[in-house]
């Protein structure tokens, strides 16, 4: 079981990022896609989560900014982040779990992060 994510990188503030994480080794269409960020220092936080079905909840903080969006047939989920600010930078991480949850103990299977930095 392997989760890549990508698309991260240096973007100024305004900017806008996608990445993308693909799933492999095992089918996930039913399953729970997440998004997670751990700025420095600080603890890993909910970003956003998309069910099979395409249900989706993002963290209130962030919610018209971020978009969370997937396609099973490629087993991959995406976030779409726009209108970026210096405190969205961290390294995000995907992650594939069986309950619609805005915590990390919900998830089974974590990628190994793409960072994200924000310059003002």
């Known amino acids: 079981v392997q989760l890549q994510a990508s698309g991260g990188g240096l973007v100024q503030a305004g900017g806008s990022l996608r990445l993308s994480c693909a799933a492999s080794?095992?089918?996930?269409?039913?399953?729970?896609m997440g998004w997670f960020r751990q700025a420095p220092g600080k603890e890993r936080e909910f970003v956003a989560t998309?069910?099979?079905?395409?249900?989706?909840h993002t963290t209130d903080s962030l919610k018209g900014r971020f978009t969370v969006s997937r396609d099973n047939a490629k087993n991959t989920v995406y976030l779409q982040m726009n209108s970026l600010k210096p405190e969205d930078t961290a390294v995000y991480y995907c992650?594939?779990?069986?309950?619609?949850?805005?915590?990390?103990?919900?998830?089974?299977?974590w990628g190994r992060g793409t960072q994200v930095t924000v310059s003002s």
């Open positions: 080794g095992r089918t996930f269409g039913s399953h729970v």
């Open positions: 998309i069910t099979w079905a395409g249900s989706t």
């Open positions: 992650a594939v779990g069986t309950q619609f949850m805005d915590v990390p103990g919900a998830y089974d299977y």
